[in-house]
């Protein structure tokens, strides 16, 4: 890949200084103010992510990409001064040389102290450390011996951009390497932003003038190199909001829909039942002797019961249905346009999965069944009505031995004693 990459930019580097392409003086300005307003967007985007990762780097880099921007956009505004044609400004070497070494600053924040435990005191230390970075970096160019100069007949016609060319690929291999620790959007953007910056000082080092071909070019890549670093931030801040969306709707041990999504589907379902007159099922399961589990393994023992049953609710059921973590050792099934016979199916198929799981100790579940609207028009009077039928199953269980074993298992509220019925067959099942 970095062989593939230096041809690329040797023949980028060859096929620029060759050139007699001459860019619109104007059209360079906006590439120059395009490129600010990326990175003073950007520098906003990363203070509002510092605001809620607490993340050391972002603070940092938000300075710098907003100081850098100021800077090309205060220089671009200005009028340029008569006679200076062969000159390398300033402005472009103390920004883009700042850049590069916040970014290598940046990197070694992170991997000592990542995270930030007082923020409004990070901010405070970040302007700091960015101030007096900056001004180290101005006072060494404007304090030179030789200002920087255009060389326009030499190998490289501005030498100057060799030193943040040199920053900026220390900066490509510092993000490169942290690519193998951490894998996400702005990471990797950041990586590419570093190693396009490298290539656009290059192109610059063949600048035989303000407006050629390869400063042109060396712009355009600049402009580019923000523009992927904003996209970086945009879609890990997408991927962080998604991160969060599913968080707030769902159980952290077991991974299924909490009490709150439930509650939202219940209400979804009764809307929709209520407009085309087809019912639901709602089945409700608790884990048997969770407390024992608990005593005689250890509380890491049930919290795996508590997985093993999600993992089979979340694998074993229809795309369309929602299991959710009711509360403690209980859970809940929402299964759409369900009739009671289909509940029964359904609960039947999850003890069996339970049992068949290959993991100790064995764990079993009882259930009850509500179905819309013959148990309930709400939701409460469904939940209520299911986990009357839910502990009705529990009340007739018979201890055997040093386990708990029955005929048959309850699962309806209605039909109390129904066992030889056709009907109370379907709300049996058999353990």
Request: charged share 20%; proline share 4%.
């Amino acid at each position: 890949m970095w062989l593939i990459g230096g041809a690329i930019t040797a023949g980028l580097l060859w096929s620029l200084r060759n050139s007699s392409y001459i860019p619109d003086p104007l059209l360079s300005r906006y590439i120059q103010l395009a490129g600010s307003l990326l990175a003073f967007t950007f520098a906003a985007n990363a203070l509002v992510r510092f605001r809620g990762m607490h993340d050391r780097i972002t603070l940092i880099l938000a300075f710098g990409f907003g100081l850098a921007g100021l800077i090309e956009m205060g220089a671009n505004l200005a009028p340029h001064a008569e006679g200076a044609a062969l000159a390398v400004p300033l402005s472009w070497m103390v920004s883009r040389t700042l850049l590069a070494i916040l970014l290598v600053v940046a990197l070694l924040v992170e991997r000592s102290l990542p995270l930030s435990r007082e923020p409004n005191k990070e901010i405070a230390w970040a302007l700091l450390v960015v101030g007096l970075i900056s001004y180290l970096t101005s006072v060494v160019f404007f304090a030179a011996p030789t200002a920087p100069k255009i060389y326009p007949h030499a190998l490289l016609a501005r030498p100057w951009d060799l030193l943040p060319a040199s920053i900026y690929f220390i900066a490509t291999l510092g993000f490169w390497k942290r690519l193998k620790h951490t894998e996400s959007s702005l990471d990797r953007a950041l990586f590419l932003t570093a190693a396009v910056n490298v290539v656009c000082h290059l192109a610059m080092t063949q600048a035989a003038s303000h407006f050629d071909a390869a400063s042109g070019a060396a712009q355009v890549l600049e402009a580019t190199g923000y523009a992927i670093v904003l996209a970086g931030a945009l879609l890990d801040n997408a991927n962080l909001f998604d991160q969060v969306s599913r968080l707030a709707i769902s159980d952290p041990l077991t991974g299924l829909a909490n009490y709150r999504r439930l509650l939202e589907v219940m209400e979804s379902e009764l809307l929709r039942a209520q407009r085309t007159g087809r019912g639901f099922a709602v089945l409700l399961l608790d884990l048997d002797h969770l407390k024992q589990i608990n005593d005689v393994h250890g509380h890491l023992t049930g919290s795996q019961a508590l997985k093993r049953l999600g993992n089979v609710l979340r694998q074993h059921c229809r795309a369309m249905d929602t299991a959710a973590r009711y509360g403690g050792d209980e859970f809940a099934l929402v299964l759409p346009e369900a009739e009671e016979a289909v509940a029964v199916q359904v609960a039947h198929r999850i003890r069996k999965r339970l049992a068949e799981d290959g993991h100790a100790p064995k764990i079993t579940v009882s259930a009850g069944v509500a179905i819309y609207p013959r148990d309930g028009l709400t939701i409460e009077k469904l939940l209520h009505s299911a986990d009357n039928a839910l502990y009705a199953m529990k009340g007739r269980r018979t201890p055997v031995g040093n386990g708990m074993s029955m005929e048959g298992e309850y699962l309806g509220e209605q039909g109390a004693g129904e066992w030889g019925s056709e009907e109370g067959q379907r709300r049996r099942i058999t353990k």
